[in-house]
């Protein structure tokens, strides 16, 4: 993790041997155990839990079981997947505060259907084969460049894998998406807190009011004549 920007080169593309200040991060930082098998880093074991900055709508992910494989390129870059299984309900609700009906219009997504898309096909449950299956499979491409980097203070280059949490700040409150309003989501579906849900054969429902206002109308006219 760090906070110095990323620039660009000339063209356009990630400029390679930037320098980057470790920023520690006791929520972001994520160590997986691998080994190195003709140019390929390979993980050796899934990593219980780790948490990576999301680009989508939910902002953050938790992946569980995480593992990863990547290939150094002959031009110094580095190519892979990180894998793992990330909770399914966190990904939909990012969409629904985005503006679900946005979200549907632009993007062309009925939020309902894949609600129920996700919870189907959710594959992995925290607390064994017979719990509820709340996340599902994840993979996350990876490309990254040569860079340097350094120490917090900026001091020294660092070599080696190490750890940062015992310095870092205390996290903070959960990332959300782009606006503060918050939906309550049943079934995949998000009723209007202010409405009133008519269901049932013996629903009553009223007529619009402009058929109400319409026949008001005609009945004073008729008295009147």
Same mark, same amino acid.
């Given at each position: ?15 390679? %041997?930037?320098?980057?200040?470790? +920023? ?9 155990? +691998? ?32 593992? !990863? ?6 031009? $110094? ?6 894998? $793992?299984?990330? /909770? ?27 609600? %129920? ?16 299956? @709340? ?5 996350? %491409? ?9 120490? /917090? ?5 660092? @070599? ?42 013996? +629903? ?7 058929? @109400? ?6 009945? !004073? @006219? $008729?008295? $009147?004549?």
């Amino acid at each position: 993790n760090s906070k110095d920007a990323m620039v660009k080169d000339g063209v356009g593309n990630i400029a390679r %041997r930037y320098t980057f200040r470790i +920023a520690p991060d006791a929520k972001f930082e994520g160590i997986l155990n +691998a080994k190195t098998v003709n140019g390929e880093i390979i993980s050796t074991e899934p990593t219980k839990e780790m948490w990576i900055r999301d680009p989508s709508y939910a902002r953050e992910a938790q992946i569980l079981e995480a593992q !990863a494989r990547f290939k150094m390129q002959p031009d $110094g870059s580095l190519t892979g997947i990180l894998a $793992g299984y990330r /909770p399914w309900q966190r990904f939909y609700q990012g969409m629904v505060e985005a503006r679900g009906s946005v979200i549907e219009q632009l993007y062309w997504i009925e939020l309902p259907g894949l609600y %129920r898309a996700l919870k189907r096909n959710a594959d992995y449950s925290p607390t064994g084969p017979g719990g509820e299956k @709340t996340h599902i499979s994840f993979a996350l %491409r990876v490309d990254a460049v040569p860079a340097y980097v350094m120490t /917090p203070d900026a001091k020294t280059a660092v @070599t080696s894998v190490q750890s940062y949490k015992a310095v870092a700040p205390p996290p903070g409150p959960p990332l959300h998406a782009f606006i503060t309003n918050k939906y309550r989501v049943t079934d995949g579906l998000v009723p209007d807190r202010n409405g009133k849900i008519l269901a049932g054969p013996n +629903a009553v429902i009223p007529p619009p009011a402009s058929m @109400t206002s319409a026949a008001n109308a005609t009945t !004073a @006219t $008729g008295g $009147g004549r």
